[in-house]
């Protein structure tokens, strides 16, 4: 346990120093449009986050992760229009979807409805969110003053500030330390969240829910909490996004959005925070490359990566990388140390 | 036990239904504390029925279960498990995906802080003899094995009583042996309720002994006079007669 505490201690380590490297040298590698290029995609990182927590931790198959983003972008424009200071607007953008996720959550899972239910009810709840979203074109959807757009959506959003200086915006340049700084406290936090005993519940739940319940757990609340959490991240994540293109359109809800944030966390690997994450730029990136050419459609080559992966490295591509560096490089002590699913791994 | 002492569990008319079928067929069963009963019968008898009933995975259809008096029927399998009672399941219920070491801690969790939880599932693990495959995974192990582990993780629970759903099943002799002493020793301090065909285990561990069949009690008393009892000898023939 020592060994396995130690060298948890190691892989959060070298990540935290790998995540500040990206973000302070990107900016001298990358100019200004490739900078904000890779600030969407870690916008979209955090997302995947979310969906990777609740997911492959909490064992909670939600398709609509992409709700509570939605809600986080609008929240933090019609927030930041109203307030004119962003620090307010942010708070807001995280707890307004998580409250959401946490009312959700509490009539899914102390309603006792069935795993697959939980998909269906999630899926249904983006659809509804985006066709409401889409049909509050007209001044009659203003909220303060902020209208809501309808499905033209909220153009020129206020961007960040520094805290208590409306006046102060940041940058394209300077939005970028916020968004990966964001991943970055996102990740610590997750990490956190699994090593405490709270967090190694909530694996036992999605390991064995009889088992748990047998042992004194109540599931139901587990689950709930997890949901919730899941929901602010992504909520975090929506507010990036708005930032990044000072817009936000109920496209944020569609289900194309909800099935995007699913393959990056499969193409990743489900069961870990770092595959999520290079899920999402790498298959954001890919999108770009596709984009930028015409022949093919780019949803096609999506969907045939996707199949590829999940018939060719089902796990995802991190926990198969992992295993293999693990076989070249640690020897196995006698009794056999097998790998740990539950340590909170990167 | 006292005679007018509040009895550790107490199930009164205890009676599941399955569309047609009468799994548990109004069952009176009282155990005193520190009391340890074998349960036995035939396959389909109810035992299994009568744990679930006693742990909240099923409510009855009719009856009440009073744990040290107070009414448990109907609760949830976390708030029973609350009140002190533990359960290793006839199907092994254990995490596959975690180490033997984090399934009893995660027992011992519920009670403690992560330190203590710790220091408690190492001797737990150190006492129930799995100190050696501590890191392995579970789902990895050996049946007897993921027996061992679930009988650890339900002791890190320090429950009052526990029920073990037939905990030798697929242990060889030497496996079955140990495994009755270390029933014996965990009578000590706790009560228990074993369910097991094995009457070579049954002959190791019992006193009292309860004879279920066809949902209801055959006979209930020590276990030389059940064991002798010809009717009980006509329910397991063809098994491996007392
Ligand atoms: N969920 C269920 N639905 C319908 N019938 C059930 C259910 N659970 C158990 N039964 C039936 O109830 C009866 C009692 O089953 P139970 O598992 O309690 O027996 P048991 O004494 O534990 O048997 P064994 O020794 O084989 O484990 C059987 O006829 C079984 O088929
Ligand atoms: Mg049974």
């Given at each position: 346990m020592a060994g396995a505490i130690a060298s948890g201690w190691a892989s959060f380590a070298a990540m935290l120093l790998a995540?500040?490297?990206?973000?302070?040298?990107?900016?001298?590698?990358?100019?200004?449009?490739?900078?904000?290029?890779?600030?969407?995609?870690?916008?979209?990182?955090?997302?995947?986050?979310?969906?990777?927590?609740?997911w492959g931790y909490g064992g909670i198959m939600s398709f609509g992760q992409s709700a509570f983003f939605g809600l986080g972008g609008y929240t933090y424009a019609v927030a930041v229009m109203n307030l004119g200071d962003s620090t307010g607007a942010v708070a807001l953008a995280i707890a307004l979807p998580a409250a959401f996720a946490a009312l959700l959550g509490y009539f899914m899972f102390y309603g006792r409805i069935s795993d697959a239910y939980v998909g269906v009810v999630t899926l249904t709840v983006t659809v509804i969110l985006f066709n409401v979203f889409n049909s509050t074109a007209g001044d009659w959807y203003t909220i303060g003053n902020a209208p809501?757009?309808?499905?033209?959506?909220?153009?020129?959003?206020?961007?960040l500030n520094?805290?208590?200086?409306?006046?102060?915006?940041?940058?394209?340049?300077?939005?970028?330390?916020?968004?990966?700084?964001?991943?970055?406290?996102?990740?610590?936090?997750?990490?956190?969240?699994?090593?405490?005993?709270?967090?190694?519940?909530?694996?036992?739940?999605?390991?064995?829910?009889?088992?748990?319940?047998l042992l004194g757990y109540d599931p139901r609340l587990y689950k709930l909490l997890t949901f919730t959490l899941g929901g602010g991240i992504a909520g975090l994540a929506g507010c990036l996004f708005t930032n990044w293109g000072s817009f936000?359109?109920?496209?944020?809800?569609?289900?194309?959005?909800?099935?995007?944030?699913?393959?990056?966390?499969?193409?990743?690997?489900?069961?870990?925070?770092?595959?999520?994450?290079?899920?999402?730029?790498?298959?954001?990136?890919?999108?770009?490359?596709?984009?930028?050419?015409?022949?093919v459609d780019g949803n096609l080559i999506v969907g045939v990566v996707l199949i590829g992966f999940v018939l060719l490295v089902p796990q995802g591509v991190v926990p198969v990388v992992r295993n293999v560096l693990q076989r070249l490089f640690v020897r196995t002590p006698r009794g056999g140390t097998a790998p740990v699913a539950s340590e909170a791994r990167p | 036990?006292?005679?007018?002492?509040?009895?550790?569990?107490?199930?009164?008319?205890?009676?599941?239904?399955?569309?047609?079928?009468?799994?548990?067929?109004?069952?009176?069963?009282?155990?005193?504390e520190v009391e340890l009963r074998c349960l036995i019968?035939?396959?389909?008898?109810?035992?299994?029925?009568?744990?679930?009933?006693?742990?909240?995975?099923?409510?009855?259809?009719a009856g009440t279960v009073r744990f040290r008096g107070e009414d448990i029927t109907g609760a949830y399998p976390h708030q029973v498990a609350r009140r002190g009672v533990g359960i290793k399941t006839?199907?092994?219920?254990?995490?596959?995906?975690?180490?033997?070491?984090?399934?009893?801690?995660?027992?011992?969790?519920?009670?403690?802080?992560?330190?203590?939880?710790?220091?408690?599932?190492?001797?737990?693990?150190?006492?129930?003899?799995?100190?050696?495959?501590a890191g392995r995974m579970v789902g990895q192990l050996a049946h007897?094995?993921?027996?061992?582990?679930?009988?650890?993780?339900?002791?890190?629970?320090?429950?009052?009583?526990?029920?073990?759903?037939?905990?030798?099943?697929?242990?060889?002799?030497?496996?079955?042996?140990?495994?009755?002493?270390?029933?014996r020793e965990i009578n000590k301090t706790k009560a228990l309720i074993v369910v097991e065909h094995d009457m070579q285990f049954i002959r190791m561990i019992a006193k009292t002994v309860t004879v279920f069949n066809q949902g209801s009690i055959l006979i209930e008393d020590d276990v030389h006079t059940v064991l002798s009892n010809q009717s009980v000898r006509d329910v397991y023939l063809g098994r491996q007669a007392a």
């Open positions: 995540g500040l490297v990206l973000m302070f040298g990107l900016p001298h590698v990358f100019d200004l449009f490739g900078l904000l290029q890779m600030t969407v995609f870690v916008a979209m990182a955090v997302l995947a986050l979310s969906q990777g927590f609740i809501l757009g309808g499905f033209n959506g909220m153009p020129s959003v206020p961007p520094i805290p208590g200086h409306p006046d102060e915006p940041l940058d394209p340049g300077q939005l970028w330390y916020a968004a990966m700084g964001s991943l970055i406290l996102v990740y610590v936090l997750l990490r956190g969240v699994l090593a405490s005993r709270f967090g190694r519940v909530v694996v036992a739940i999605r390991e064995n829910e009889t088992r748990a319940m936000i359109s109920p496209t944020a809800f569609s289900l194309a959005q909800s099935a995007q944030i699913i393959i990056f966390v499969l193409v990743g690997g489900l069961g870990t925070l770092l595959g999520p994450i290079l899920g999402a730029v790498a298959i954001q990136y890919m999108v770009t490359l596709i984009g930028a050419q015409q022949k | 036990m006292n005679a007018d002492a509040v009895p550790l569990l107490e199930a009164r008319g205890m009676t599941m239904r399955f569309g047609g079928v009468t799994a548990v067929n109004n069952v009176d069963f009282v155990l005193g019968g035939p396959n389909g008898a109810g035992k299994s029925t009568f744990f679930k009933m006693l742990t909240g995975q099923l409510t009855p259809t006839q199907v092994p219920n254990v995490f596959d995906g975690l180490t033997v070491r984090e399934n009893v801690f995660v027992a011992a969790a519920r009670l403690h802080q992560a330190r203590t939880a710790r220091r408690i599932a190492d001797e737990t693990i150190e006492h129930v003899g799995l100190t050696r495959i007897g094995q993921r027996q061992w582990v679930e009988i650890a993780a339900v002791l890190a629970q320090e429950p009052d009583l526990l029920l073990l759903d037939e905990p030798a099943a697929g242990m060889n002799k030497e496996e079955v042996a140990r495994t009755s002493e270390l029933i």
